[in-house]
């Protein structure tokens, strides 16, 4: 007999399945210690992966029992799943069960994706209905020496909008102490926010945040493409390719993360670059900038504060 007990299932002897311990270690595998053991219903689950932000649910799982025990993980976050069974099918009719169920389970999770997404939009555009104009004096633009351009203020939080297909789906928040969030849910891959007018034929910048971009549209007068996130600049260089052509100048200004392993920001505008074709230029740094200087709108503030 099974006996459900609050979120994980017990055997007759009050002991979990092996089946939930072993898809617990693929779990542990691949998002490190968890201390809970996953509800085997068939039914998409979410949960906190533990290096993300405390009250975040950006793990999901789903896991069946019956039959071969199988089923599938991922992050919304990191947009990527994987599938998991017990064991090898024996025969071409399990294989077919696990097919079905991974299937379900996509539709499952795209499902839940829209539904979040939309209401993000729809909290996105109520705020931004609702915001004024931003202050120039923001302690944020104050410190990053940029113009609110098209930024909108809720309080003391500047609106970021971001766009997707020319549709609102999100708003990055800014707090005064420069702490940043997206709306929970909202659409974040693909989407970008815009500073000038993109025109054919002139160039078109792509970047992280949005105080760079502010600083490569005040510095350049080009139209500029704001990612967000390094990981976020490959999926927006795509989409603006899509959408301009061939024929588009595009250049990806990117981060030198200089002090991180890796060198994430560098990476990854290399790789959006090379995915499209794209120019691809960092900022110069002079012989005695500090090392924990990133972007381009570091270099502009500390040269700024050196008189140069």
Known sequence: MTIQNGAHALNGIGLPEKAELAFRDALQTTFGQLDWLPVPDGAIHRFRVPED??????????????????????????????????RKPADPMEAQLIAQRIEKAREQRESEQQQRQQSAAERAARLWREASRADADHPYLIRKRAKPHSLRQSGDVLLVPLFADSRLVNIQRIESDGAKRFLFGGQVRGAYAALGCIDSGQPLYIVEGWATGATIHAETGAAVACAMNAGNLKPVAQALRAKYGDSQQIIIAGDDDRMTAGNPGRTAATAAALAIGAEVAFPVWPTDAPLELSDFNDLLCWRASHGI
């Open 53 to 86: 932000k405390p009250g975040s649910q950006n793990g999901w799982y789903v896991l069946y029992l019956d039959g071969i025990a199988s089923g599938a993980f991922g992050s919304w976050k990191a947009n990527g799943s994987q599938t998991w069974s017990s």
